[in-house]
């Protein structure tokens, strides 16, 4: 499968994000039923590749900014619902969920930006605690002047540098 192949290519091009796993212990983990969700990772322009996380190994979008197939999106359906001007077709959620995939939380979205420079124009939304979605907010994250920023919007706002970020756990 092509998408494989490329998966295996910036795997192998990319060790500093997986060190002391080889590509035999990603196979070994990824279902077959997993491989659309991964496609779909790559054609909407994340450039998946494998993160080792304390929880585990992870496919997650690595492309240095937001991928840009999936921009211009609300936090979540109930905020896409809530719009009255302008709603966009869709929300970071509902395309992560539709595809099996999570959006990254805050703990993973600081993890991959210590393996480079991500989001140094954009930004992502992230995984948003109840207490601050029950309020109609939203986090999002990017990292500015070599730090790590995580701010707080209406779920319900869409900006055309804003995206997220899939993973899949393994």
């Not at 496609?39 to 937001?66: H, N, Q, R, T, Y």
């Not at 969920?97 to 954009?122: I, M, N, P, V, W």
């Amino acid at each position: 499968m092509e998408t494989l192949d490329t998966l295996k290519e910036r795997f192998l091009a990319n060790m500093d994000r997986h060190p002391q796993v080889s590509w035999d212990d990603v196979i070994g983990k990824l279902d077959k039923d997993q491989a659309p969700a991964v496609a779909w990772m790559e054609e909407s322009g994340g450039e998946p590749d494998v993160i080792a996380f304390p929880s585990g190994l992870a496919i997650v979008d690595c492309a240095k900014e937001a991928p840009a197939g999936r921009r211009s999106v609300c936090y979540d359906q109930a905020a896409r619902l809530k719009r009255k001007k302008f709603p966009p077709e869709s929300s970071a959620q509902e395309l992560a969920e539709e595809h099996g995939l999570s959006l990254l939380d805050e703990a993973d979205y600081r993890q991959l930006q210590a393996l480079g420079d991500f989001d140094l124009k954009t930004s992502c939304w992230i995984q948003t605690p109840a207490a601050i979605r029950d309020k109609g907010g939203a986090l999002f994250a990017e990292k500015r002047y070599d730090s790590v920023f995580v701010y707080h919007n209406g779920a319900d706002s869409y900006y055309k540098v804003r995206g997220f970020r899939c993973k899949l756990s393994l």
